[in-house]
């Protein structure tokens, strides 16, 4: 809420405008001015406005089918009709269809004061309820993650429950679902919590560099250790180590970890000093470990050494109800980070989110919501804004060949993974170099600006 | 007084008597601690009448004064005994450029006593003052104050008028005093309130 109220007088008339723009001005408040209705959605788009005198009769667009599209758009401005002598019963019409009071030209000084005071009062309690609701949206929040459907719930008691315990868990889910916050989450709800919480992603690193990152070396272990270093088992001593994308970790170094979660103990790369450490394991993948094991890329004793629990976390295409709630908390952090001020996603581009399948869950529409608040020059997001989704979006019973939906289903992929190469060949379960040759043969670029508009010359 | 002109001209316009002119001089003066000039006016309001409401439209009045007023003042404040309206009210006591130069007070409705019959002459030049300061202080910027006990309370009737002291309080002094340092102007020290009889 801005300490200053802002007002917006529309009036044709400039002796009305001006006068009534005079007389507030007074009082101290901000007050602008708008000669018609187009003229005032316009500033309402730029802008917020707590309170809006609205004149019935004027030109091109009256003042009720201006309050039509205020209440539907900015239901958060009050509005006052102004009329003139003799047209009472359009201003009870407006009344029903929303205004918030009316004013009869000329008005009594005091007439005028005390329905400002009023009005602003009502406002005063309605942007105390907006604060009230936000704060209990934010109970849907948990340790940061946003949620109010069934399945996110389920996982936020789950999360409760397995907090107290030191139990190994496994979180499982696709790309972009939060996995490592559901993961801090329950480090900050453990007992540990004040301990580290050390987070490693194994499909980072080369299998000799992984090595030495969780276990750390002597110095003089291999070319280049000039002095002994810390690995992230050593690190996470007191607190929990987070496994993120552990199916890929190499077979030769799952029976060293599994060893490590036997023992409580490991040494470092070149060392032999046993080190005791005291730590809970977290771990998490996007693959089917169990399809792995079978393949054999995958460790039987280790899975079940790290799946004594399982939590697995819906793709956001299977919770749809919980689209608004983050496209909302998203919007909001990326305007105050930007230092914008945009306040709605319309009912338009919300079911635009909606239908969108997100292949890259959460941290695609987070990224989605960022690039359109970026783009953004009104106070809302609307459809426009989203443009950059549609392109995948066509309709499902349009005709299309195998080529064209094999081609907007990698390119979405490429999009969803922030066009990470390897990620995206490994969720289309293809190798690398396919994956270019389909880039390739397809001309998919990564452009920022392309993808902010959509792009005509890509229609077969 | 001396050659130098003051910050404040007053002008009457239209019929004013001149004791009243003196007395809002002398409490503007003294409330302000600006010097104050009572100037030579326009006799005709004639120019501001508007026969659809038998009122003169405060508006035009500060336009026009605006516009034709060459005096080295760096503040005018009109007085008039006819009922002034701005088009959106049905009528005003007073009417100021907040920021501007120019405002406007209007004695015609401050002899009035809630139920009939007038106030006394004290009273009456007491409400002249508290308006024409409260409408002057618009031109130096100065806007509504919460405060109960401050000059720049809104005012919309005569019983609010009378509840309302002729000073600034605390807060609307202050802010005022920035607009005299921003603006470079003189202030009187003490300077008594006869030079102006
Ligand atoms: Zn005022
Ligand atoms: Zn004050």
Redesign the interface.
Known sequence: MSAKIRILVVDD?L??R???K??L????YEVDTAASGPESLEMLELAPYDLLFLDIMMPKMNGLEVLEIVKKRFPETLVVMITAYGSVETAVKAMKNGANDYLM??????T??LLVEKLLQQKRIIDENLLLKEQVARSVRFENIIGVSEEMQKIFEMIMDISATDVPVLITGETGTGKELIAKAIHAKSPRKHGPFIPINCGAFPEHLLETELFGHEKGAFTGAHRAKKGRIEMSHGGTLFLDEVGEIPLKMQVDLLRVLETKSFHRVGGTEEINVDFRILAATNRNLLEEINKGNFRQDFYYRLNVISLHIPPLRERPEDIPVLAEHFMRRYSRETNKDIDTITPEAMEVLKRYPWPGNVRELQNAIERAVVISKKRCLDVDEFSFLQVSQKGAGEAKSLEEIEKEHIEAMLRAHDWNISKTARALKINRVTLHKKIKKYGLKRSGQDQCKPDNSRKS | MSGESGVVGIVPIGEVKQVVLKILAANIQAVFNIPVDILNGRKSLKKFFNPNRNQYNAITILDHMERRWKQPHKRILAVVSVDLFIPILTYVFGEAQINGKMAVVSTYRLNRRTGGGNVSLERFYERVAKVGIHELAHTFGLVHCKENHCVMRASYSLRDLDYYPLYFCDYCQSMLDDVYRRMKLRTLKARSFEDLF
């Open positions: 008339e002796i009305v001006e006068s009534l005079g007389w001005k007074k009082g101290g030209k000329p008005f009594e000084p005091e005028l004061a």
